[in-house]
């Protein structure tokens, strides 16, 4: 039997049973894995379960997308074989002619899939301030925007944008709000309840925690034309996810809680420590009370303020590489949210339009120990 997600357990007990079925057969406690493609008619060629084919459903994809539902509060979930499938099957429902929202600063390769999109099918972008708090109401076309994006905090400066406030400014103008909320997942962050309409996660991150599985989640408050759209466009653009990685995201779902709230609590000690460092110019992270946007931070930020953070080193972008070079504990990689702590130079890795400060460094924290983490950043900073 599948466990009943509508009981109002706490989220940590959902996540630790992960809405798993027990096996009547053998009694096992653990999922089990659906490779089959295609799914058996009985006798008078009805089908013999809810199931027809992978490419339009599979068991493993239903375990992950009930319980991402409950996790949000949403009405129903659509896992995707990336988080850029997920994205771009959003970016799909709009028209020619449709205007499209986001901030000018964001995970990068969703907004180049905006910009092409744009020049591509005449949507209209604009890309509004993120550090003006009436940047969102300013680029808002009536009649005209009908998808409002936003990131919160955006990725890499974690400023924090006001979900309530921006779905307030998208109804407004009949636009819909999709929040990505990819770094802070429900443990912390429900945009659902605060006026946001669809929620994204790359689940590749957070959510799989194990730096082994690629996949993105879509969560709808409500079950309606855009939302029936979108399912359409999974199935037939063929952006599902393979019944093994759903069974890995899954299992990796199960440690959400307690890895966020190590990541959450080293990341927070890593930013106190280095905040006023005479080889730091500055730290970015929204659980400073320092931070320009503390306050909106924790309204939203409920459970944790998360494992990312960036520091703008003193210098430019040699004295930042040379930081990286120093590192031992923190991998230089791209990706975040898993057990182990990455580091990132953001300028490095983005085109020319990028607008990342050539001094910033994205650490990705994970759940090794905080001391040694921060000895080992002390000692790289030092070496500068």
């Not at 459903?57 to 375990?63: A, C």
């Not at 509060?73 to 970016?91: E, K």
């Not at 993120?130 to 955006?154: C, F, M, N, R, Y």
């Amino acid at each position: 039997m599948l466990f009943d997600l509508k009981k109002q357990e706490h989220i940590n007990t959902l996540l630790a049973k992960a809405g798993h079925k027990i096996d009547k057969n053998s009694g096992s406690v653990i999922p089990s894995i659906h490779p089959s493609t295609t799914y058996a008619r009985d006798e008078d060629y009805n089908l013999i379960s809810e199931y027809l084919y992978t490419r339009l459903d599979n068991q493993n994809y239903t375990e992950v997308e009930l319980l991402c539902a409950k996790l949000d509060n949403g009405a129903d979930a659509l896992v995707f074989s990336s988080g850029m499938a997920a994205i771009a099957a959003v970016l799909e429902t709009l028209n020619v002619g449709d205007h499209l929202v986001a901030p000018n600063v964001m995970y990068y390769a969703a907004q180049d899939w905006m910009r092409y999109i744009s020049n591509k099918h005449g949507i209209g972008l604009t890309l509004f301030d993120v550090t003006d708090e009436e940047g969102i109401s300013q680029a808002i076309i009536p009649g005209k925007t009908k998808l409002v994006w936003i990131e919160s905090p955006v990725n890499p400066t974690w400023d924090v944008i006001d979900i309530q406030r921006a779905a307030e400014f998208a109804h407004s103008a009949e636009a819909i709000l999709c929040v990505d909320c990819t770094v802070v997942s429900p443990i912390t962050t429900k945009a659902l309840d605060l006026g946001a309409d669809i929620v994204f996660h790359s689940a590749s991150k957070y959510y799989n925690g194990h730096s082994d599985v690629i996949a993105g989640i879509l969560v709808t408050k409500e079950i309606n034309e855009r939302w029936e759209e979108i399912k359409y466009i999974r199935t037939h653009a063929g952006g599902v996810l393979g019944p093994f990685e759903a069974w890995l995201l899954l299992r990796g779902m199960r440690t959400l809680s307690i890895r966020f709230e190590r990541v959450s609590q080293n990341a927070l000690k890593i930013a106190q420590h280095f905040e006023y460092h005479s080889k730091v110019e500055k730290v970015l992270y929204p659980g400073l009370k320092s931070h320009s946007h503390h306050l909106i931070a924790a309204r939203q930020m409920t459970n944790g303020f998360g494992g990312m953070l960036s520091i703008l080193v003193k210098g430019g972008s040699e004295e930042a590489l040379r930081v990286v070079k120093k590192l031992k504990h923190f991998v230089p990689a791209t990706s975040l949210g898993g057990v182990e702590s990455l580091v990132e130079h953001r300028a490095s890795v983005e085109s020319e339009k990028s607008t990342v400060p050539k001094n910033l460094l994205r650490f990705s924290v994970g759940i090794e120990d905080v001391n040694d983490l921060i000895n080992d950043l002390d000692q790289a900073l030092n070496k500068i």
